[in-house]
């Protein structure tokens, strides 16, 4: 987990109430800011280009291509993160530094193959069953591709701590998509619905570029070990599994409710629910605040304690390791509170304000029935990830991906059954399944705390292992021939 830097620290180390406001907005800025720039940029283009005056099936088709570009686009780099940031953490901690840069560009080709191998099929199915114009089609493709290479290139810059750079980097691309949009559909007279998805397309690839290009800057050696990365699949892959099945359990529940008997078919290639689909987000940007908090509460606190208990392993008393580690697990206990103790007071707050306000947005009927059981279930989902958090500092990978096995099991066959009630339990399953996730995460965290020295000082190896095939149990060779026939000598010598 990278630093949050010295001036956040700072802020909140003060205690003060004007310092505090100042490194919660620092925070905000550093974790979630590009999330909110991107989502404003796209409500700007609907505002400025009078998204309203375009027909329906244009708006339907619209939003729906956006979906489906921000799920998949997520789903498919979500599998490499944890993993690649495994890699890179060992190479700094072995200085290795030259083994970054490579690193970066095998697992961009890795990771457009897999975006490639799922984005291909689908557009060319559009296109040829769908009926979708070849020049929609191509730009969606870019688009979608822009935004997987946006996110993977994320990974990259949060080893920098240059958090004010990645800031920067979205907003240039948001500027640049708001001109670029301006430009083609007032001044080229680009049809509004092409005009708003190539300038979403130029905008992630102004990202991308520009943190494609801080990445090569950054890190110069290159050991051409574009691939090293690979094994780590194979000896980690309980990482590469949690992320991709906590992204899964993310949306699973939104792909069974595509399956409702009113749901919508827009030109035989996208299926959605739109009330669902509506609720899910606003649920999402209620709880979002979790990942500041979480993220503050180990930065500035919990890291300090896992850093003090490491040293005390390395070269402390037994009295001292055991001071050290009491205390780690004492002050896990109490943000794990924390986290859902400001978490709950600030989703309480955004939840009336929804309740009392989106209706007069037009965010009424079916989408405000749905809503509440899903602000439930996501409010669990994010303390979930606290979890999974804490699980990766003790390297417990059985348990996280147990954890989001459970997420996201439980949340698809919840949601099966969810589908037959009525609308304002339509997200139970969401909440059942984060918080059956929750509960095994708990409980394993538990399970470390008791075991952690037995994982901590024996399983470590004194003689170094590998695999090969067994050798001779024959120490010294002896020739039987020649020994018989030394032995007749012996005895025919004997009177």
Excluded at 9 to 36: D, N, Q
Excluded at 104 to 115: A, D, H, K, S, T
Excluded at 371 to 397: E, R, W
Aim: proline letters at 2%; glycine letters at 6%.
């Amino acid at each position: 987990m990278a630093s949050l830097g010295k001036t956040i620290k700072k802020s909140f180390e003060k205690k003060t109430l004007t310092s505090t406001a100042f490194g919660g907005i620092l925070s905000t800025f550093a974790t979630v800011a590009p999330m909110f720039l991107v989502i404003g940029g796209i409500l700007a283009l609907y505002r400025l280009l009078d998204y309203n005056t375009v027909l329906y099936a244009d708006r339907v088709l619209f939003s729906s291509s956006i979906l489906y570009i921000f799920i998949f686009g997520l789903l498919t780099t979500s599998p490499f993160n944890s993993v690649l940031s495994r890699y890179i953490t060992d190479r700094i901690f072995e200085e290795r530094y030259d083994s970054i840069l490579p690193c970066f560009y095998g697992g961009l080709f890795l990771n457009m193959m897999v975006c490639c191998a799922v984005g291909i099929p689908f557009y060319l199915y559009a296109h040829f069953i769908g009926g979708i114009e070849i020049l929609y089609i191509l730009l969606c493709f870019i688009t979608y591709i822009g935004l997987a290479l946006t996110f993977y290139a994320m990974l990259f810059l949060s080893i920098t701590k240059d958090y004010s750079r990645i800031s920067l980097f979205f907003a240039l691309g948001v500027v640049g998509m708001i001109v670029f949009a301006l430009l083609a559909v007032r001044v080229l007279h680009v049809n509004t619905s092409y005009g708003m998805l190539a300038a979403i397309a130029f905008g992630f690839l102004i990202m991308s570029s520009c943190e494609c290009a801080y990445v090569k800057g950054y890190f110069h050696g290159n050991d051409s070990s574009y691939f090293g990365f690979l094994r780590y699949f194979k000896e980690h892959w309980q990482l590469c599994m949690t992320n991709l099945m906590y992204t899964l359990g993310m949306y699973v529940h939104n792909f069974i409710f595509w399956t409702m008997d009113d749901h919508l078919v827009v030109k035989d290639t996208y299926v959605c629910y739109p009330p669902y689909d509506m609720a899910t987000c606003i649920a999402m940007f209620t709880n979002i605040s979790a990942s500041v908090i979480l993220i503050t509460q180990i930065e500035l606190h919990f890291h300090e304690r896992y850093k003090a208990y490491s040293e005390a392993v390395i070269g402390g008393r037994l009295r001292d390791i055991t001071k050290a580690k009491n205390r780690m697990f004492s002050l896990l206990s109490n943000q794990l509170m924390d986290v859902v103790r400001n978490q709950f007071i600030v989703s309480v707050i955004i939840y009336l304000l929804c309740v009392v306000f989106l209706p007069e947005f037009g965010f009424a009927g079916q989408i405000m029935e749905i809503y509440p059981c899903l602000a439930a279930g996501y409010f669990v989902i994010f303390l979930l990830y606290s979890c999974i958090i804490f699980l990766y500092y003790f390297n417990d990978k059985t348990g996280s991906c147990l954890t989001t096995l459970t997420f996201l099991i439980v949340t698809a066959v919840v949601s099966l059954f969810a589908k037959e009630m009525t609308a304002i339990w339509y997200g139970i399953g969401t909440f059942v399944g984060a918080f059956s996730g929750w509960i095994i995460a708990y409980f394993r965290l538990r399970w470390v705390e008791r075991n952690l020295d037995e994982h901590i000082f024996c399983r470590g190896s004194l003689i170094p292992s590998k695999f090969e095939k067994l050798p001779s149990n024959i120490v010294y060779p002896i020739d039987m021939a020649a020994a018989a026939e030394k032995n007749n000598q012996k005895r025919r010598k004997k009177p």
